[in-house]
T-cell receptor, first 110, second 112 residues
């Protein structure tokens, strides 16, 4: 498997604003997953997008995938203080491993 | 409700001790993983297992070993704990192709 690189490393926004974070990877994938980690806890799965999908929605989350650019983005709309967390992407090339990068630290200010 | 349970939330051990971190899952997953997480370094894969008694090294296996005698249990062993192994350790299961991984709550290990 391969590591995704999240960008930016840190993001600070006001409550109610949208937050966008990006993930780039190097080789072809079967799917790409996004996870959230609240401070000091384990990761929680948010959404999985398959390589033949371009966009996927789940509640206030919107994920896009551009396989030609080898990149994905996660958009959180109408952010809340509870969205404050670190966000990680995990590109899956169908090996057994799940590799994570350093994540994007999102701070939503009340 | 699916569960991945790590045996301890916080642990303090002395340098040179043999340390066992236990992880149990109740989802009948074949894949299980151990990561460590340090500030600024993200999650780094130590070892993973794709079946009982099968294991493969991740990116940073030095100083660690693992055991998977039963499908539901994956143990991480620090053969001789050192201060540079002070870290947050995360266990996960699942994560096969097109499926999500489930994480335990993490064990914060301090080696003194």
């Amino acid at each position: 498997s391969q590591q995704g690189e999240e960008d930016p490393q840190a993001l600070s926004i006001q409550e109610g604003e949208n937050a966008t974070m990006n993930c780039s990877y190097k080789t072809s994938i079967n799917n790409l997953q996004w996870y959230r980690q609240n401070s000091g806890r384990g990761l929680v799965h948010l959404i999985l997008i398959r390589s033949n999908e371009r966009e996927k929605h789940s509640g206030r989350l919107r994920v896009t995938l551009d396989t030609s650019k080898k990149s994905s983005s996660l958009l959180i709309t109408a952010s809340r203080a509870a969205d404050t967390a670190s966000y990680f992407c995990a590109p899956d090339d169908s090996s057994y491993k799940l590799i994570f990068g350093s994540g994007t630290r999102l701070l939503v200010r009340p | 409700d699916v569960k991945v349970t790590q045996s301890s939330r916080y642990l303090v051990k002395r340098t040179g001790e043999k340390v066992f971190l236990e992880c149990v899952q109740d989802m009948d997953h074949e894949n299980m993983f151990w990561y460590r997480q340090d500030p600024g370094l993200g999650l780094r894969l130590i070892y993973f297992s794709y079946d009982v008694k099968m294991k493969e090294k991740g990116d940073i296996p030095e100083g660690y070993s693992v055991s998977r005698e039963k499908k539901e249990r994956f143990s991480l062993i620090l053969e001789s704990a050192s201060t540079n192994q002070t870290s947050m350790y995360l266990c996960a299961s699942g994560g096969g192709t097109y499926t999500e991984a489930f994480f335990g709550q993490g064990t914060r290990l301090t080696v003194v």
